[in-house]
């Protein structure tokens, strides 16, 4: 069963940058994806990328978010800049498609002055 463990997130300052990591064996072979969860709202898809780095971004994100792997350390990235409150959220990785693993705990990312 895959595990994916994410990390990275915290507490940042509106127009600051973080980077999320996602890890977990079988990344390499997957289209993957970050998506995130605001309180009270339903899970969102925040990026995709395919295991050939052809990448696609929710129109919220398109411009400050850049997503990437590195395949041989079955890792996926999330690198998050010019970052807004509205950006407040639990970000998890997981497949791009159905079906899906399990989810991870998620990292919590807060953007507040």
């Known amino acids: 069963q895959v595990q994916l463990v994410e990390s990275g997130g915290g507490l940042v300052q509106p127009g600051g940058s973080l980077r999320l990591s996602c890890a977990a064996s079988g990344i390499s072979f997957n289209d993957m994806a970050w998506y995130r969860q605001a309180p009270g709202k339903q899970r969102e898809l925040v990026a995709t990328?395919?295991?050939?780095?052809?990448?696609n971004y929710a129109d919220s994100v398109k411009g400050r978010f850049t997503i990437s792997r590195d395949n041989a350390k079955n890792t996926v990235y999330l690198q998050m800049n010019s970052l807004k409150p509205e950006d407040t959220a639990v970000y998890y990785c997981?497949?791009?498609?159905?079906?899906?693993w399990g989810w991870g705990q998620g990292t919590q990312v807060t953007v507040s002055s």
């Open positions: 990328i395919t295991t050939f780095g052809s990448t």
């Open positions: 997981n497949r791009a498609i159905s079906p899906r």
